[in-house]
């Protein structure tokens, strides 16, 4: 208590008495001179985002908290690298036991490339991307190889060149394109090669892409999970060192920070900011609004300062 009497008379010399009351429960003295209105009122205007980002920082950087050993971010990263790794095992035991019966190949070097790209972000990018890089990839080989007798050792040059043209036009990279358009473009034998672009290389991207899709599924879940305990982990720290009347004060003060628009509830939007301002989340609407659902008691698609207040009791009665 005496670091927050400390703060307080710090603070008295340049707000009045009524934003140092508010001011007492900052964990950070970063923004001590940021003057908060009274949570109660709801005529004040919507605060400047950068103050916002500013406010709920402190909160996120609270001292008393420990930091957690898992995280939303560490998590995801190794499910992702977990998931990646599985699937290309897969492949090639799948590939093992169905060759020499049927003879098809699943597996190739350049799914290796593929794979980073279907499971480095939470969600595999729309086939779209894959589908039409793949189409100007073959269309490419086919006139290269066409002229192959020309250029020579310099083929894959010109597919290279061609490719990452259309890929800086396009605003979208998928390496494996560019090895299966050096591939139509160096062969040897006449002909198109159909058995190769149909497997490994549609069977497998087809395949990889749908266990990269299925497990976004599980690693959404498990991050908008992690991330609820992590934004209301920081808060029931401090808490829990505060007396009964102290905790409503400081609850409403950080509500009222992420009520935007002053209307005493929280959306979907609003959550998607704070999350972003307090622990740098980049939550897409759809996760922001899977959030609010499980904090949400009323089943109306908001939560109110009591809805908020009881997440936060739950936690302190653990």
């Not at 950070?28 to 940021?34: A, G, H, M």
């Not at 919507?46 to 560490?74: C, E, G, W």
């Not at 002229?147 to 894959?156: E, N």
Request: charged fraction near 25%.
């Amino acid at each position: 208590m005496s670091e927050l009497r400390r703060r307080k008379k710090l603070d008295e010399e340049d707000t009045s008495q009524e934003d140092t009351q508010n001011e007492e429960f900052l964990p950070n003295e970063k923004v001590k001179q940021v003057k908060f209105k009274d949570v109660a009122k709801k005529s004040f205007r919507r605060p400047d985002p950068q103050r916002q980002a500013s406010i709920l920082k402190s909160f996120a950087n609270d001292q008393v908290s420990k930091p957690l050993l898992v995280t939303s971010r560490r998590a995801d990263a190794i499910l992702a690298a977990f998931g990646m790794s599985m699937s290309l095992t897969m492949l090639k035991i799948l590939e093992k036991a169905i060759k020499d019966k049927i003879g098809v190949t699943l597996h190739g070097g350049f799914l290796i490339s593929s794979g980073a790209n279907f499971f480095f972000n939470r969600t595999p990018p729309s086939p779209k991307a894959f589908l039409s890089s793949s189409i100007v990839s073959i269309i490419l080989g086919i006139c290269v190889n066409s002229v192959q007798q020309y250029l020579g050792d310099y083929c894959d040059a010109f597919c290279i060149f061609g490719m990452m043209t259309y890929w800086k036009l396009q605003g979208n990279n998928f390496g494996a394109a560019g090895s299966l358009s050096i591939y139509i473009a160096t062969k040897q034998s006449k002909g198109f090669p159909f058995v190769y672009v149909c497997s490994p290389y549609l069977l497998g991207h087809v395949l990889l892409y749908l266990m990269a899709k299925g497990l976004s599924i599980a690693r959404q879940k498990i991050r908008i999970m992690l991330i609820k305990r992590e934004f209301f982990h920081v808060e029931s720290s401090y808490l829990r060192t505060l007396d009964p009347d102290m905790q409503e004060k400081r609850l409403r003060l950080l509500f009222n920070r992420m009520d935007l628009s002053g209307d005493g509830t929280l959306d979907a939007e609003e959550l998607q900011s704070a999350l972003k301002s307090a622990f740098d989340e980049d939550l897409s609407l759809e996760e922001a609004k899977e959030f609010l659902v499980s904090v949400d008691r009323t089943g109306d698609g908001v939560v109110d300062f009591d809805e908020f207040k009881l997440v936060i009791d739950d936690i302190l009665r653990r």
